[in-house]
């Protein structure tokens, strides 16, 4: 056998109505039409590009990556503590050193998203259609703190305790104790644990991809035209 | 040495400073003015690059 007659079926004939419907079919089908629309939206070129424009090469910069690295580290670390449990981490050299790695994750990452918004807020970060992108951002920002919250609340010792007693008041005087007890350990794990991280995981996988998809905003310029903030590609709308 | 000493202050009761109506803990108070230093220093600390990249 030829390589020629494995690589070259007979060609149809043309102008085919079975090929051509065919093409049409797979044409409508759903995962067509979603892949086309993802892979139009998203090149793997703009996915993980190889270079950034020259105006990143500034420490303000390296705020948002630093975010992720740091929700990295929390998510592993986390990931251990829930495997291990509170015996654990509460009496091993181990344990506690990754428990302190956990905490000390969560520092640098509220340190590290804090000084992210500071830094898109002053550069208008919402500009060239890019306030999806701000918008996700600030929602995985508060989700973060609600997280983070219930992580204290979830430690298993008296400063836990301490907090869902100081806690309770405040959320009762603003009407959310019937939804969200303090004192109830077992919501609060469950919210530390599972919604919530799965709540501030997908806000920041959408949070990024916008990123990727607009480009990473241009400083503020001296004269204003807002061709220069969209990304390549992106036409003006008059 | 001064690991233990800083390890040990974290297993005592917060230091809480007041002025008037405004309470915080020096823990907390530490942190903002960490995290304020460290947006100015982002601002003003040059990056480093190649010189390749200017050109």
């Known amino acids: ?13 043309a102008g085919s109505e079975l090929t051509d419907a065919a093409a049409a079919e797979d044409g409508r089908m759903w995962t067509n039409r979603l892949r086309n629309k993802f892979f139009g939206t998203f090149p793997p070129e703009k996915l993980l590009p190889d270079r950034q424009p020259a105006y990143v090469a500034s420490w303000i910069y390296v705020f948002g990556v630093a975010c992720l690295a740091a929700l990295i580290m929390l998510i592993l670390s986390g990931l251990w503590l829930t495997l291990e449990g509170p015996s654990w981490y509460h009496t091993t050299s181990t344990g506690h050193l990754v428990n ?20 898109k807020f002053w550069m208008a970060a919402w500009r060239g259609r890019r306030a999806m992108t701000w918008i996700t951002g600030a929602f995985a920002f508060f989700t973060s703190i609600g997280t983070a919250f219930t992580g204290f609340l979830v430690q298993s010792n008296f400063e836990s305790q301490w907090i869902a007693f100081e806690g309770k008041d405040g959320l009762n005087a603003v009407g959310a104790g019937a939804w969200f007890n303090v004192a109830n350990a077992g919501q609060m794990l469950l919210l530390h644990v599972c919604l919530l991280p799965l709540v501030v995981g997908l806000l920041v996988v959408w949070h990024v991809l916008l990123v990727r998809k607009h480009g990473v905003v241009p400083p503020i310029p001296l004269k204003h035209d807002p061709a220069d903030e969209l990304a390549p590609g992106e036409k003006v709308q008059s | 040495m001064s690991f233990h000493i800083v390890a040990g202050s974290l297993n005592n009761p917060a230091t809480y400073l007041s002025w008037g109506w405004l309470g915080i803990s020096l823990s907390n108070l530490v942190v903002m003015l960490l995290t304020v230093a ?16 200017d050109q």
């Open chain 1, 100 to 119: 302190s790695i956990h905490f000390w994750s969560v520092q640098l990452f509220m340190i590290a998203l804090v000084v992210h918004l500071w830094g």
């Open chain 2, 38 to 53: 460290i947006f100015v220093l982002a601002v003003l600390l040059p990056f480093p690059h190649h010189e390749e990249d």
């Open chain 1, 1 to 13: 056998m030829t390589a020629e007659s494995v690589a070259a079926p007979a060609p149809p004939a």
